[in-house]
């Protein structure tokens, strides 16, 4: 996985795509790819809306270079531009399916249910894995953001804040919502 802590590195890029040198914000989309198309996959549940998002990303990106306030990390503007347009897609196809990917927790409570000599058991946990897709999908953006940021993208609470505006504290309690909500309806304990 690309580092995102290399701010530094990110700001003189930045510094020389904004004179004009093309090489310099090739060299940040290469970079931001990955991370950004991660991002956008799981919260679109589609390859190529989420390769979209991330074209899209990159030229709001290349457009606002002069805009970039230095006081912020790099990779945070780059995460909250590619979560608005994540929410733009969103706002234009409500009906379809958001997630895929399930958090380590819930797929930590599937297994556990899961059994290879049991094949109806099997039947039930698939059953149960995509009643939480569903589920997922439906969790509000205020706590469906968290979630995929942190526990899906493997940022830090303070990471995730700063990319969502709000507090890490805030950050941790709309995780712990979304956890306990896809528990509570899906009847899987905590």
Not at 75 to 95: E, V, Y
Request: net charge positive.
């Amino acid at each position: 996985m690309v580092s995102l802590e290399s701010d530094a590195e990110d700001k003189a890029l930045l510094k020389r795509a904004v004179a004009g040198e093309d090489r310099a914000f090739t060299e940040i989309m290469r970079k931001y790819k990955s991370p950004l198309y991660g991002f956008a996959y799981r919260y679109v549940n589609d390859p190529d809306d989420a390769e979209d998002i991330v074209q899209d990303t990159f030229i709001a990106m290349h457009r606002n270079l002069s805009r970039f306030n230095p006081a912020y990390k790099f990779s945070t503007w780059a995460f909250q531009i590619a979560k608005n347009k994540c929410r733009d897609l969103g706002r234009k196809r409500k009906t379809r399916s958001f997630m895929q990917r399930v958090t380590p927790f819930m797929e930590a409570k599937l297994t556990a249910v899961q059994s290879d000599e049991n094949p109806e058991g099997s039947i039930d946990a698939k059953r149960k894995l995509d009643s939480l897709v569903a589920k997922i999908a439906q969790l509000p953006e205020n706590l469906k953001a968290p979630l995929i940021l942190c526990t899906l993208e493997d940022m830090s609470h303070k990471q995730a804040a700063e990319v969502l505006g709000i507090s890490p504290k805030a950050v941790e309690t709309r995780i712990y919502r979304a956890r306990h909500s896809l528990s509570a309806n899906l009847n899987l304990g905590n």
